[in-house]
């Protein structure tokens, strides 16, 4: 060890098919500068090649590296060491919650890719939807900022993230919800109103937010699942009064 470098201890969970969950420790000496995932690539190579974890681009554009880093949802390929440890001290790396587990630190994120398809998401836009400054009036919040939702990475921190996802797996989920509040941005498909105008839709959220703040990539699922409800309650009301026909 360098005197730049931190003696780290890394506690990772693992849990292989039929086997009970566990901790392993590994004592790194880290650059506090690298990232998490650089050092869980590092005990891959040099301690331990049955460890199994997610992760492709390495710059916050997959979504493919989101763990627990000490109870909070990362990216971790853009995680530096120095954000959650200190030399000397701990860092517990565990899988995303709120999804089964796969095999270590990978979980099955299938059930999310197939909500998402529900609520018709795509994240194929157009290269004017896709570049900035987007030019259509509705990409536009009223408080100026530009929606983003193309980035949704897909992570599912924000469902791991959820306190209702914890006690409720039939909730539709943060990311879900947000994507759906985007396609009928886009859209103006009232069917996809009725499809989350549920108990295990937008009314089971209970506004923690915790979504919207471990998201990486600015798409706000707390605030989208908020304006759903808006939008279902408008197009309610409209049926309403359409059914009265007009006034004599
Ligand atoms: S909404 Fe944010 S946290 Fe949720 S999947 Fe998309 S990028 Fe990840
Ligand atoms: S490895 Fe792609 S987002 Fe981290």
Same mark, same amino acid.
């Given at each position: 060890m360098n005197e730049t470098q931190w003696r780290v201890t890394f506690e990772i969970y693992?849990?292989?098919?039929?086997?009970?969950?566990?901790?392993?420790?590994?004592?790194?000496d880290v650059d506090p500068d690298e990232y998490v995932l650089d050092v869980v690539e590092r005990i891959w190579a040099y301690n331990d090649r049955s460890l199994t974890f997610r992760h492709a681009c390495h710059h916050? &554009?997959?979504?493919?590296?989101?763990?627990?880093?000490?109870?909070?949802?990362?990216?971790?390929?853009? &995680?530096?060491?120095?954000?959650v440890a200190r030399n000397g001290g701990?860092?517990?790396i565990e899988p995303l919650r709120n999804f089964p587990v796969l095999s270590d630190l990978v979980v099955?994120?299938?059930?999310?890719?197939?909500?998402?398809?529900?609520?018709?998401?795509?994240?194929v836009a157009s290269l004017q939807?896709?570049?900035?400054?987007?030019?259509?009036?509705?990409q536009v919040r009223e408080d100026g900022r530009y929606e983003r939702l193309v980035d949704c990475l897909e992570c599912g921190m924000c469902i791991s993230a959820c306190p209702v996802a914890l006690t409720t797996p039939e909730y539709l989920g943060p990311g879900v919800l947000a994507a759906a509040q985007h396609a009928y941005q886009q859209s103006r498909d009232a069917s996809?109103?009725?499809?989350?105008d549920d108990q295990n839709g937008v009314w089971r959220c209970h506004s923690?937010?915790?979504?919207?703040?471990?998201?990486?990539?600015n798409v706000d699922p707390g605030w989208r699942i908020m304006d759903l409800r808006k939008?279902?309650?408008?197009?309610?009301?409209?049926?309403?009064?359409?059914?009265?026909?007009p006034s004599r």
């Open positions: 693992r849990q292989k098919t039929g086997q009970p969950a566990h901790f392993d420790k590994f004592v790194m916050s &554009t997959c979504g493919a590296c989101g763990m627990r880093v000490n109870g909070v949802e990362k990216l971790t390929c853009i &995680t530096p060491i120095r954000e701990q860092v517990r099955d994120m299938s059930d999310f890719y197939l909500r998402l398809d529900d609520v018709k998401f795509s994240q939807d896709a570049c900035l400054p987007f030019e259509r009036k509705q996809l109103l009725d499809q989350v923690a937010y915790e979504c919207t703040a471990v998201c990486p990539s939008d279902i309650l408008r197009h309610q009301i409209s049926k309403i009064f359409s059914r009265r026909g």
